[in-house]
Every structure is written in structure tokens, then in C-alpha cells.
């Protein structure tokens, strides 16, 4: 029996023991990082947490509504034995009038509904080690890591988000309008958190005249890296700062790690920047549903 359980019903260790322990396991659905992303949220739990289902939750007009928070890239259902993944959609579907959520790569979902929408991200195996990595670079890319060290460009690991959080304001954010002052916020307490588990990294890009000119922030869990956030400085982009910096990434992190995610996007120039470094693709199911 699939019931929803508020937050201050759920019993956090089954939950957490849950997602753990799952074969779909992610950062993201861990209580303590939905607890800092999410302004509320609620959980589809099946018997004794056989399986669950997160959902971060709002209210407008006093109407109770399904979100997707910036800083999650998936979500979805999570169980230790398969279970009917369709029966937690209809769940879903039949308790809120308006969704937005993603479900994560994992979840095979047969529900041919039109409110299920296919998306992509991109994956790059990375065991093999960075000089075959190099091996798959695309020619544009290395023609920016030559760019880069012509600008000498130099990645420095750290501990302090506002480099990353003011760069990313000043640039992506001015292309984001629906990013708020809050958000930002968030942001910085979820990279605090993630750096003193030890699950996180911050990585700044400086030049030769010490101008910080990209920086991004990698979750590091189960053997997969997520780069969850990034941003270079959009006023001196001809130096090839974004795919040194990831270049960089990839060199610290395929030694101890098995996959490496780009944050991925649907968008064809986005996904096939990504696919230059011979990264993969992958598709996940967003549900969305507007009755309002």
C-alpha cells in the first residue's frame, strides 16, 4: 500500500536507509539535502519503505503544488526490489492538480501518458583513466585547452562558495530571471553542508592577472561525480575557462570515481558541448501536470 507521509511523520532512518540502499541511490533525496533545497516536502512510501518517493511541495492560493527546487537533478522512486514504479505516478497524479517533478535515470516507467515528457542528461564513464579520456576529446576541445594555456589559466580546489555563488549571479543568473535572492541562499548553505561531509568540491578558475574567470561545484557520491553547478565569466569567454575547467575535473576525478555527470540538458548546443568530451547520453521521465 502506497500512502503520503508529511515530513514530520516520516521516520528519517527507514527513509534514509531507503535511498541508501537503493539501486537508484542519489545525494539528492537524502532528507538532509532535500531539508536544505526544498521548502517543504512530502513522501509516497510503500508498505514498511520498500520503496519511496520524495516530492517537494509548495502551496499557492492555498492549493498544494509540486515543484521541481533548483539543485536537484533527480528524484523520482527509490527501492531496495522492484516495485511498479506506474502505481507511484498514478499516486502522484491523483493527489496533486499541479506537477513538476523528474524522476531519475533509473526508473523505467511504461505509462504512456503525455504529461511524462522524455529528457536527457549526459554521462561520461570515467574508470578508464584521463589519458584515455583526453584520447575522446572532440578537436574544438582541445583547441580550448590550448586557448587555456595560452590565457595560463589556473584551477585552484577551495573551500568558500562565494566566488562560485557572486560568478554565477553575475552571469548565468542575469539569464535565469526566475532564480531569486533566496535561492542563492540556498545554495550557499547546501555547498557549506556538502564540503563538511566531504561529498562536495569547489573548483575556481583564475587567470594570469588573478581575475576569476569560471568556477563550478562537484558532488561527489557512490562513484559518481555530479557537476551540480557552474558558471564562467560570460565578458571574457575567448580563453577556453569552461572546458579547462571541467578538463580539470575529470583529471582529479576519474581516478577514484566510475561516472561523471555533466548536470546534463535537453538543449542541442548545451548537450553537444558535453558529448565534445565523448560523454554519453542518457534519458530520465519528467512528469508535469498543469490544472491550475
Request: proline share 2%; with cysteine.
Amino acid at each position: 500500500m502506497i500512502q503520503l507521509v508529511s515530513r514530520n511523520q516520516l521516520d528519517e532512518n527507514k527513509y534514509n536507509e531507503c535511498i541508501e540502499n537503493s539501486k537508484q541511490s542519489r545525494v539528492f533525496a537524502f532528507s538532509w539535502y532535500l531539508d536544505i533545497v526544498a521548502s517543504n516536502w512530502v513522501v509516497l512510501v510503500l508498505n514498511d519503505y520498500e520503496a519511496v518517493m520524495p516530492i517537494p511541495i509548495r502551496k499557492k492560493y492555498g492549493i498544494k503544488y509540486v515543484y521541481p527546487p533548483f539543485w536537484v537533478l533527480e528524484l523520482g522512486v527509490f527501492f531496495k526490489s522492484k516495485v511498479n514504479i506506474d502505481q507511484f505516478i498514478s499516486t502522484l497524479n491523483n493527489s496533486f492538480w499541479f506537477i513538476e517533478t523528474r524522476l531519475n535515470t533509473l526508473n523505467s516507467v511504461q505509462n504512456t501518458s503525455k504529461n511524462l515528457l522524455v529528457k536527457e542528461l549526459q554521462y561520461l564513464e570515467v574508470s578508464s583513466g584521463y589519458e584515455l579520456l583526453l584520447k575522446g576529446y572532440q578537436k574544438d576541445k582541445r583547441k580550448e585547452l590550448r586557448k587555456a594555456e595560452i590565457a595560463s589559466l589556473e584551477g585552484r580546489w577551495h573551500q568558500n562558495p562565494k566566488e562560485l555563488i557572486d560568478l554565477f549571479r553575475d552571469n548565468v543568473g542575469q539569464r535565469t530571471p526566475n532564480i531569486v535572492s533566496g535561492d542563492y541562499d540556498v545554495l550557499k548553505a547546501l555547498i557549506i553542508k556538502c564540503l563538511s561531509l566531504n561529498i562536495g568540491k569547489l573548483l575556481s578558475v583564475f587567470d594570469d592577472e588573478n581575475r576569476l574567470v569560471a568556477s563550478g561545484f562537484f558532488l561527489i557520491y557512490n562513484g559518481r561525480v555530479t557537476l551540480l553547478v557552474s558558471s564562467t565569466d560570460f565578458s571574457n569567454r575567448n580563453n577556453g575557462a569552461n572546458t579547462y575547467l571541467i578538463d580539470c575535473a575529470l583529471r582529479k576525478f576519474c581516478k577514484d570515481n566510475e561516472i561523471f555527470h555533466f548536470g546534463g540538458s535537453s538543449i542541442v548546443s548545451i548537450a553537444n558541448y558535453f558529448k565534445g568530451f565523448g560523454a554519453k547520453t542518457e534519458t530520465y521521465s519528467l512528469f508535469r501536470k498543469r490544472l491550475l
